[in-house]
């Protein structure tokens, strides 16, 4: 992974799901792979959104990511379902700030 700090190259990184050892927890670690390594691969990788260093509300990204497991990884809505009906929706979201029921209502 990139340097905190900034200097020029890589250094390792441990990266913690906090997930139980169980299969379904599995898949969604796969799926968390993926999503790093396409961050990787395409130099998008926003190394805020792997660690967890802050502290109270989370912020519109993770709500969604939280989402997209529940939804699409753990449960039963498809990809396409996903992109058109629920992304579509949290895009409308403000995406600054903490996530909370009063910046998600109009």
Do not use: H
């Amino acid at each position: 992974m990139p340097r905190r700090d900034g200097a020029p190259g890589l250094q390792q990184t441990r990266i913690s799901l906090k997930l139980d050892d169980t299969p379904i927890n599995r898949r969604a670690a796969a799926k968390q792979l993926q999503t790093l390594e396409g961050q990787l691969s395409t130099g998008t990788l926003e190394l805020a959104y792997w660690l967890d260093e802050t502290a109270g509300s989370i912020t519109s990204r993770e709500a969604s990511a939280k989402l997209y497991l529940a939804q699409v990884v753990l449960g039963r809505t498809g990809e396409s379902t996903w992109q058109v009906n629920d992304l579509g929706r949290l895009r409308q979201v403000p995406q600054g700030g903490a996530c909370t029921t009063k910046s998600i209502r109009p």
